[in-house]
């Protein structure tokens, strides 16, 4: 297996990446699904160009008002709820694919389970004391 570090490649997120990870605080459930490594980085991966090509398809069916250095096209089509609506789907579906792929099925999630968490309190209280 790639060392973890060579899967952490710098990818352009701007606006992208905010309206992903706005959608995703929204919708925690997404989070859950892409919760290893390899699926965050294929998650992002696909999440960024599948919503960039919704975005360039609602820019070309919508009229937006002409730039007048208030707000971008993306601030003025996320506006509308159906497009904010469509572009959570699009980003549930990647999320939902990337789960479904048997590439990932022997992983596990990125960081300790809620077990782990708890023998590591247990762990400090009994060595760092409770205060």
């Not at 599948?50 to 009229?63: H, K, P, T």
């Not at 003025?76 to 159906?82: G, K, N, V, W």
């Not at 999630?109 to 023998?119: I, T, V, Y």
Request: glycine share 6%; net charge negative; hydrophobic share 40%.
């Amino acid at each position: 297996m790639a060392d973890l570090e060579e899967l952490w490649i710098p990818l352009v997120d701007e606006p992208l990446g905010s309206i992903i990870e706005q959608i995703q605080r929204e919708n925690p459930e997404i989070g859950e699904l892409i919760e290893s490594p390899h699926r965050i980085l294929a998650f992002r991966t696909f999440a960024y160009i599948r919503c960039g090509l919704l975005l360039g398809q609602l820019l070309f069916d919508n009229d937006v008002p002409a730039y007048d250095g208030s707000e971008s096209w993306i601030d003025s089509l996320l506006r509308e709820p159906a497009h904010h609506e469509a572009l959570t789907r699009e980003v549930r579906a990647v999320a939902e694919e990337i789960a479904a792929d048997p590439k990932y099925a022997d992983e596990g999630p990125l960081g300790p389970d809620d077990d782990a968490r708890e023998r590591f309190r247990a762990f400090a209280r009994e060595h760092l004391g409770s205060s």
